[in-house]
Nanobody, 121 residues
Framework: QVQLVESGGGLVQAGGSLRLSCADS????????MGWFRQAPGKEREFVAAITANGRITDYADSVKGRFTISRPNAQNTVYLQMHSLEPEDTAVYYC??????????????WGQGTQVTVSS
């Protein structure tokens, strides 16, 4: 059973950096693709980034490309989202996801509870 727990959110000034972590406490996600989505107040959940099970292929939303990096160290059941040059528009609850394939839609098999990221101007 995949059990995703996010951490690393917080309050940061515009231009700053944060690193989000998503750990699978069930320790079964090594064969799953992993992703990050976010949802701002009053908006729909949107795709941010994703990585294949073997870590070789990544995908990013255009809005974060060049600023965010998703990674999953070998043989670890943790995925990271390194965020640089944060903007107030990045403020949202960030959710980790796991599934059989990388996809930009929200139809993933497992979800974490979310972690709040707030970027002040």
């Amino acid at each position: 059973q995949v059990q995703l727990v996010e951490s690393g959110g917080g309050l940061v000034q515009a231009g700053g950096s944060l690193r989000l972590s998503c750990a699978d406490s069930g320790r079964t996600s090594l064969s799953y693709a992993m992703g990050w989505f976010r949802q701002a107040p009053g908006k729909e959940r949107e795709f941010v980034a994703a990585i294949t099970a073997n870590g070789r292929i990544t995908d990013y939303a255009d809005s974060v490309k060049g600023r965010f990096t998703i990674s999953r160290p070998n043989a670890q059941n943790t995925v990271y989202l390194q965020m640089h040059s944060l903007e107030p528009e990045d403020t949202a609850v960030y959710y980790c996801s796991a599934g059989s394939v990388v996809r930009r839609t929200g139809t993933w098999d497992y979800w974490g509870q979310g972690t709040q990221v707030t970027v002040s101007s």
